[in-house]
Every structure is written in C-alpha cells, then in structure tokens.
C-alpha cells in the first residue's frame, strides 16, 4: 500500500468540508473469513471501492486469534475486525468473545459479516460486544455496496481510539 | 211366661251345669274320628269361606259375613242332634234371611205339612226372622209360631252383628190349652189331610215352661259360645293372615335386599356393642365366601379376613368410629375363605348411639375389585403415557434441535456458494463480455437468473423458518401506519405500474406481533402488486373493520385472481396456482402468512373470483 495515495484519500461530507483521516494510515483491515471465493470477491468488493488500506486475512478463528500475541509485539492494531461468524475450529463468536475480553484490544471495531441473520447470531454477537453486524449479501453488486458503505463508514466517519502500539 | 214375646235373662252359672251333663255324655270311638273327619274338613271350609274376608283391610268386611262363613255346621248338627236326644226338644241353628244351617228332631207337623204347603213355608220364614228380632244377646224370646206352635229363640251375634238364631220349638207348653180346633181350621185352610195333620199334631211333645227355660239357656250358652268362638277365629285367622302377609312382605324383602346385594356386590353387616351380637346380609356372606345358613364371623374375628399388612389399618379405622362416632370409609383387600381370591374392598361403616354412647356399628362392604382393578389400569395407563409424552418430547425437542441445526447451516452455508456464483458471473460479465458471443451472454444471464431465484428461495425458507420459530412479542401497533410505510417501500413499482391503491382502512390500534403482522402485510401488498401486473387499470383496495375482539382487515385486488377450488392450497408451502415463468416467485409467502397468523392467534382466508381478482382477509386479535 503507498502511502501517497493513502494520504490523497478525502471524503466529501454534507457541507461539502474536505475531511483527511489520518488516524488510518498504515493500519490495514483484518478478514476473518473462511471461504476462499468470499475472501476474494470481500478484496474484489473494497479493490472496486477502491479501499487503501491493506487486507489481512484469517482462514479460521485459530488464525483469529494468532494476530493476538502478534499485536501485542508491536503489529499495527488493525483500524476494522470483519469477521463471520461460521468458522473452522473456532468460530466467530468465541473469536469475538476472547478481542472483546481483551484489556487493549477491545477497543478494535469489529463488524459481524456473515451470511446469517438468525436472532440468535445478531443477540449474542451484539452481547459479546460487536460494533455491527451486516448481512453479507448473496448478490455481488450489492456486496459491493455494503463494502462501500463500510469503507465510508467505519474507515472514513468513524473515529477509532488511537493506536497506542 | 205367658206373653208370647217375653224375653228372658239367662244367669250365666246355670249353663255350666248343663255343659257337664254333655261333657259325661262321651261320644263313642267311631263318633270321634267322624267328628276329627268332620272338624278337618270344617276348617278348610271356614277357611274357603273366610278368605275373601280375611283378605280385605277393610273395617267394614266383616258386613258380608252370613252365619254359615264361620259356624262350623257338622260340629253343631252332631251337637243339636245329642241336645235334642236328651231334651227330645227340636230345635234349628237359622240364619237371618231363614236359612236352616242345623236341624235336629223336626216334628213331622213341620217337615210335612208347614214347610211343604208354601203358604204355611212362609209363615215359618216369617216366624224364623221377623219373630226372632230384637233379642239382645244373651237373652231368649218365647213365641208363637206363625203356624200356632210355640218357639223359643236366642240370637247368635258376632263381632256385635245380628247373623241367625238358635231356636228350640215345634211344641205344646203345658199351660197353654191343646187347642185341636185351630190346627183342624189350618187343615181345612190349606187343604192338608185332615187326619194325618191332627195326627202330627198329637205328636208334638208339651214342655212345661221351666223345662224349655232350661233348654233355652244351655242353647243361649251355645248361641255366647258361637259368637265368640267364632269372632275369636276370625281374630285369630286375621292375625295369622296378617302376620303370614307380614312375614312374605319380610321375606319379600329380604329377597330383594339380597338381590340388590347380589347385584351391587353390596353386603350390610352390624355388630351390638352391648351383646357382642353380629350379622350380616346375604351380601357379606357371599363376598367373604360363607355359607349363608352359618353364622357370620364373631366380633374379633372382623378383621381376620383381611390380608395381615391391612389389618392395622382396619382396627384402627374401627377404633376411631367407636372413639367418634364418625362414619369412616375403608378400602382394603380380603382373602375370601372358600376360593381363597383376593377381593378389595371397601366399607362404609357408621356409629349408632344412645345418649351419647355408642350401641351399635353398622356398615356396608362393597366388592370393589373391579374398580381397583380399572384403577389400577388407569394407572398403569398413565404412567405409560407420561413415559411415552416423556420421549416424544424428548424426540420433538431433539428433532427442534437438529431442524434448528439445520437451518442455523442453511442460513450460514447455502448462501456463500451462491454468492461465488453470482459474484463471478458478474465479474466475467464486466470484464469478459467483449470475449462471449451472443449465446454465451445468454447463458451467463440465464444462470444468474437462475442464482437470483435460489438467493429467493433461501430467503424465503429461512423467512418462514423464523416465523415458525422466532418468539413473538406483543405490543400496540398501529396497522395503519404500517401499511403506508409498506406502500412507500413499494412506490417505486406502484408508480411505474400505474397501480391504483385505495386506504379504507381506520386508524385501529391493535395489540400483536409488530414484525408478523408487517410481515404479513408486505406479503399480501405483493402478491397483489404481483397478480395486478397484466390487467389494464390495477387497483389495490387495503380495509379494515374493527369488530368486538378482533380487527379484521382485507387487501383486494384487481388481478387475475383464482379457482375458489384452490382457496386453501394457496397457504400451503410451495404451492402455486400459477407458473414461475409468468408470476415470479417461491410459493413461500402465503405460507408465511399463514404460518404468521396462525401464531399470533388470528386466522386468514380469502376469496375470488377468476379474471376478477381476488380479497385476501386477516382476522386478528385486538
């Protein structure tokens, strides 16, 4: 990822004020997904919105929680968690429960994308201390919207806490 | 004595003497058993005759009593026939309309001339009632015969009733003058042979007055031995006949009570406090298996029938109604003592006392085996069903389970291949469609058509999956504000189509499941969005109507409409009335409406006519 492009990245709100987020500079996105079309039609999806940040995938909830001990060591926090919630090993909620029970990571936004949109998945997901939770649309050009919609909203509106690693 | 209608007081005393003078008078041994003979067949004739007597309740019953229903004839024609051999006087025992029951020494005057001309008959009728009235009992009236012959009579009463005479006569009194003259005048009148009568009249014995006096008290005696004799075996064929009614209405009853114990199962029994005495009905008998002519089990072997385990049970059951005299009810097996058979039973049993203290026990014992046994079933029965209930729940909670596991990975896995699908086709679409010929573009659309339909499906299923399992909440809402919002959602179609939407619906707030009832509202606004889509001027009319307990609302439309043979296959899953290629869709959602409503307590039908469209309605609780 270059950093001039990740700067030139400005978002035209209501009001027409020019708005630079730095604080998302040199943090990438962390896909927790399993299914390898899914992990590529997600890249294809943001590559489309024309995300500047960088793509780290998780295959299982395993892998999941690896990036725990990685961040620790000084990784870059990821600015967004998209995590599904149907996993090898692990699935997404215990992988949610263990962030959110973090004493430093829980702060991380994470965002349930998941095909599902049983109560019970939406309940104990927003009990575990999701951000959100987002049907991920069977239709491509509506995934492409729903990942436009995030770009702008959690990488762009939003205001994570700082980084302190 | 010599007025002809003198009564005279007999003093009782003086028969005595004459009863003596008979008494030595033994009849001989051949007379006796001709009197037994006479006294065996008598009694079965004064029973004949009393029957019809002795059978009314009636006071008055005895008013039909004649002399010969309870005078014993044979017994006292041997008696006159002895009396008139001691005293040669003649006499009769004559009911009152003149019927001779006994005659002993008729004079020939009599027999062959007075009671033969039926002039002079009657006179002796005559004389044999009218002349014999008014004699009080006890006493005798001496008089001329109607035919000049002198007569003494003593009425026989019963039971203070008039029924005849013992008369002693056809006789000359020693101070009376021997008139010849007057039974010639009586030949010559009713032309008897002159000769032969005054010679019958030359027989007839003279008495003095004493003599016949005599006479007629030892008769007056007969005559107070009669009647009472009489009366008293009235009395006394009364009393036995009342008492034998008595003892078959007894016996009667016994029978019954008996065979109603039979029936029931049902056996009484009673213990004397005071004696020790108990009995039993017929029904005890049979249910413990006792010969009914033994006598029933004594007082503390009450309770030996009874198996061992119960026996405490029993005595203290009995204790506490001796204690309180407060009925207890007690269900317990016996062993019946001749088949040895377990037989439950149960015993009603209540106190009687006297002044507080009690005297007697009293009880009913029912054969209750078969009931027990039907309980004992009944039990059986249920303890059987609530296992099966057990595991059928058991297999419906583990069938709920894996349905639930099962949708829980429809919903999460049967989409992601079909988004492969649909997203790269659409990728090959952008980015290869200058490199595809015409057909190939045709296919490619075509399978993501046929993706599109899938994605549907899915969404369908699992939309009334949810609705069958979500939990439902129930809150105010307003059915109104809900359609318009579903309008709007739609607008975009309804105006490109040009659909006319009509709102009757009033502003109701009812009390339901705001996520079911709006999603049974979008389902019905497109199927009928979805129905209009060939007719020229669509219309859709959304009403409702608030009624006692329920809001009953409709969409009508316009549309194509169906065969009313199909009302009810429109609810079920999957079903449709109409292809895929010309009305798009899953066959899911009438279902979920169905399934909806169901759930929230209302119901849904609906109506049509084809070609003019159709009415689909909600009845929903308030």
């Known amino acids: ?165 | 004595m010599k007025d002809a209608s003198e009564t005279i007081q007999t003093p009782r005393k003086k028969n005595s003497s004459l009863r003596r003078k008979i008494d030595g008078n033994t009849p001989s041994k051949s007379g006796r058993d001709r009197a037994d003979k006479a006294l065996r067949a008598s009694e079965r004739r004064i029973k004949r005759n009393l029957k019809n007597i002795l059978f009314s309740d009636n006071d008055d019953s005895l008013k039909d009593l004649t002399l010969s229903d309870v005078l014993d004839v044979q017994v006292f024609q041997t008696i006159m026939d002895d009396f008139f051999m001691l005293t040669n006087i003649s006499n009769a025992i004559i009911d009152v309309r003149g019927t001779v029951l006994v005659a002993a020494g008729w004079q020939d005057i009599c027999t062959k001339f007075h009671r033969v001309n039926p002039e002079t008959h009657k006179h002796c009728i005559e004389s044999d009632t009218i002349l014999t009235k008014k004699v009080n009992p006890g006493a005798f009236k001496l008089y001329r015969c109607r035919n000049n012959l002198w007569d003494m009579a003593t009425p026989i009463f019963i039971s203070g009733r008039h029924l005849g005479n013992i008369i002693l006569g056809q006789m000359m009194l020693e101070d009376e003058p021997r008139d010849r003259e007057i039974f010639r005048a009586q030949a010559r009148r009713y032309g008897f042979n002159e000769q032969k009568y005054l010679a019958a009249f030359e027989r007839v014995p003279v008495f003095s007055r004493e003599t016949v006096s005599n006479a007629m008290a030892f008769c007056t005696n007969i005559a107070h031995i009669i009647s009472t004799l009489s009366y008293s075996n009235i009395r006394l064929a009364r009393t036995l006949t009342e008492q034998e009614q008595a003892e078959r209405l007894l016996k009667e009853r016994e029978e019954l009570l008996n065979r109603v114990g039979d029936i029931a199962k049902i056996g009484g029994w009673e213990i004397d406090m005071t004696t020790g005495k108990v009995m039993w009905s017929k029904g005890t008998y049979d249910i413990i298996e006792i010969d009914y002519d033994q006598p029933p089990a004594g007082l503390n072997e009450q309770t030996g029938f009874y198996l061992p385990e119960y026996r405490d049970m029993v005595e203290n059951s009995l204790k506490q109604l001796i204690e309180t005299a407060q009925p207890v009810v007690v269900e317990a097996p016996v062993k019946s003592k001749k088949k040895g058979t377990i037989k439950w039973c149960q015993t009603v049993a209540e106190a009687v006392t006297e002044n507080g203290k009690v005297v007697k026990l009293q009880g009913a014992v029912k054969d209750i085996t078969e009931r027990k046994k039907a309980e004992d079933e009944i039990r059986t029965l249920n303890a059987e069903l609530e296992e099966r209930v057990a595991a059928r729940t058991a297999e419906l909670a583990e069938r709920t389970r894996q349905m639930e596991a099962f949708t829980y990975s429809v919903s999460h896995d049967l989409k992601a291949p079909l988004r492969g699908i649909d997203g790269y086709s659409r990728l090959l679409l952008e980015g290869y469609s200058d490199r595809l010929d015409e057909e190939g573009l045709a296919f490619l659309k075509t399978v993501r058509q046929a993706t599109e339909q899938m994605r549907q499906l899915i969404e369908d299923l699992l939309d009334y999956s949810r609705m069958e399992r979500r939990s439902l909440s129930s809150r105010e809402v307003h059915p109104l504000s809900f359609i318009k919002t579903l309008i709007d959602e739609r607008s975009e179609d309804i105006a490109a189509r040009n659909i006319k939407i009509t709102l009757t619906i009033p502003d109701v707030v009812v009390k339901s499941d705001p996520e079911g009832l709006i999603q049974v509202l979008r389902n019905l606004l497109d199927n009928a969005i979805k129905f209009t889509g060939r007719v020229p001027d669509p219309s859709i009319e959304i009403g409702g109507e608030e009624r006692d307990t329920t809001c009953l609302f409709w969409v009508r439309d316009n549309g194509i409409g169906f065969d009313m043979r199909y009302h009810d296959r429109i609810f079920e899953i999957f079903h449709r009335l109409h292809s895929t290629d010309d009305y798009p869709g899953t066959g899911i959602g009438m279902a979920i409406v169905q399934k909806a409503i169901k759930r929230m307590g209302g119901r849904a039908w609906t109506e049509s006519v084809p070609g003019k469209g159709a009415t689909f309605y909600l009845e929903v609780p308030k």
Not at chain 1, 44 to 73: H, M, N, Q, T, Y
Not at chain 1, 97 to 113: A, C, D, E, G
Not at chain 1, 135 to 143: Q, R, Y
């Open chain 1, 1 to 165: 990822m270059d950093g001039k492009r990740a700067r030139q990245r400005r978002y035209f709100l209501s009001g027409g004020t020019k708005v630079t987020n730095w604080n998302q500079i040199n943090r990438p996105i962390l896909l927790v997904e399993d299914n390898p079309m899914d992990i590529d039609l997600t890249k294809r999806a943001f590559a489309k919105r024309k995300l500047v940040s960088s793509i780290e995938i998780a295959r299982d909830g395993e892998e999941a929680l690896a990036f725990l001990p990685l961040w620790e060591a000084g990784r870059p926090l990821p600015l967004l968690i998209l995590l599904d919630l149907k996993l090898p090993k692990i699935d997404g909620l215990e992988v949610l429960r263990q962030i959110k029970s973090h004493p430093t990571f829980n702060t991380i936004p994470v965002v349930v994308l998941t095909s599902s949109k049983e109560d019970i998945d939406i309940k104990t997901a927003y009990e575990l201390g999701a951000n959100s939770y987002i049907m991920k649309p069977v239709e491509f050009d509506k995934f492409v919207d729903v990942a436009g919609n995030i770009d702008i909203y959690w990488l762009a509106l939003n205001t994570p806490p700082v980084s302190e690693s």
